[in-house]
């Protein structure tokens, strides 16, 4: 594959279409949405389902490569409210992944973020987001998390799942707060690495507070358990068996709210 492409599968016409995305291209939105792809060194599977009746909701993910085709950048976001605020919210997101895509630092976009979210015409409006960059030539992750739920994490060496979640927890500082919420607010960036086999599932809380019929949520500890299931031979794989597993859970009750996953598997041996 052509590093500086990603290769996207559509199911619209059952599947047979390849999606070939330029250097610099954003593939996302907040729309109804199944597919996979692949990205240097990661394969990718998408699901995006909006609360019924609404084809579009408040649930954000976006993917892209840098020029020299070496990094990608995942990024899963919860946005407050529905509408035309959300559109807002997912260009301005688009457009600061644009500008800051050839850059490895995450920390002028997430700047730029959570001040876009305190004017104009997103004010009063704020959205948990999980920032995820990776180097396919050495498998390194950085990753910040503001305000978002953590990903689930396979490790293939270990065959254990945890929660991805940063080491250097600072209790008494005022950081990693949803976007939008107050001015100058700071942000981490976590280091990681992948290893060939790893899975990371990002997702949003309408997964993890789905109800069963008698009103009792999963959680996320449930949702960590119900990860431990699935298959992790690919990417698609283990991001539809979650997503079954949790419709499962909820048997004959209705979702409450957006569903997003976004499953992300290491397919290369990175060098050291």
Same mark, same amino acid.
């Given at each position: 594959?052509?590093?500086?492409?990603?290769?996207?599968?559509?199911?619209?016409?059952?599947?047979?279409?390849?999606?070939?995305?330029?250097?610099?291209?954003?593939?996302?939105?907040?729309?109804?949405? $199944?597919?996979?792809?692949?990205?240097?060194?990661?394969?990718? !599977?998408?699901?995006?389902?909006?609360? %019924?009746?609404?084809?579009?909701?408040?649930?954000?993910?976006?993917?892209?490569?840098?020029?020299?085709?070496?990094?990608?950048?995942?990024?899963?976001?919860?946005?407050?409210?529905? *509408?035309?605020? $959300?559109?807002? $919210?997912?260009? =301005?997101?688009?457009?600061?992944?644009?500008?800051?895509?050839?850059? !490895?630092?995450?920390?002028?976009?997430?700047?730029?973020?959570?001040? /876009?979210?305190?004017?104009?015409?997103?004010?009063?409006?704020?959205?948990?987001?999980?920032?995820?960059?990776?180097?396919?030539?050495? *498998? %390194?992750?950085?990753?910040?998390?503001?305000?978002?739920?953590?990903?689930? !994490?396979?490790?293939?060496?270990?065959?254990? !799942?945890?929660?991805?979640?940063?080491?250097?927890?600072?209790?008494?500082?005022?950081?990693?707060?949803?976007?939008?919420?107050?001015?100058?607010?700071?942000?981490?960036?976590?280091?990681? =690495?992948?290893?060939?086999?790893?899975?990371?599932?990002?997702?949003?809380? /309408?997964?993890? %507070?789905?109800?069963?019929? =008698?009103?009792?949520?999963?959680?996320?500890?449930?949702?960590?358990?119900? @990860?431990? *299931?699935?298959?992790?031979?690919?990417?698609?794989? @283990?991001?539809?068996?979650?997503?079954?597993?949790?419709?499962?859970?909820?048997?004959? @009750?209705?979702?409450?709210?957006?569903?997003? $996953?976004?499953?992300?598997?290491?397919?290369?041996?990175?060098?050291?």
């Amino acid at each position: 594959m052509n590093p500086s492409t990603i290769r996207a599968q559509s199911p619209a016409n059952g599947g047979g279409e390849i999606y070939r995305l330029a250097c610099l291209e954003i593939r996302g939105g907040n729309h109804t949405a $199944v597919f996979h792809a692949e990205l240097p060194g990661l394969n990718a !599977w998408v699901s995006c389902r909006p609360l %019924e009746p609404a084809t579009s909701g408040g649930d954000l993910y976006y993917m892209s490569v840098c020029s020299q085709g070496s990094i990608s950048r995942v990024t899963i976001a919860d946005v407050s409210g529905h *509408g035309e605020q $959300v559109s807002v $919210v997912a260009q =301005r997101l688009r457009d600061g992944l644009r500008e800051y895509a050839d850059q !490895w630092d995450q920390s002028a976009l997430i700047r730029r973020l959570n001040d /876009g979210f305190l004017r104009g015409a997103v004010v009063g409006k704020f959205a948990t987001a999980f920032f995820l960059s990776h180097y396919a030539a050495t *498998g %390194e992750l950085l990753f910040t998390n503001a305000g978002h739920l953590p990903p689930l !994490w396979y490790h293939a060496a270990s065959r254990q !799942w945890t929660l991805m979640e940063d080491t250097e927890p600072e209790p008494r500082a005022i950081v990693d707060l949803p976007l939008g919420m107050i001015p100058g607010t700071a942000y981490r960036q976590n280091a990681a =690495r992948l290893a060939h086999g790893d899975v990371l599932l990002l997702y949003t809380d /309408g997964m993890n %507070e789905s109800e069963d019929p =008698r009103g009792e949520q999963l959680g996320i500890a449930r949702l960590l358990e119900l @990860a431990r *299931g699935v298959p992790i031979s690919s990417a698609e794989a @283990a991001g539809e068996a979650l997503v079954a597993a949790v419709a499962n859970y909820r048997g004959s @009750a209705a979702p409450g709210d957006d569903e997003t $996953v976004v499953a992300l598997r290491c397919n290369v041996s990175p060098s050291l």
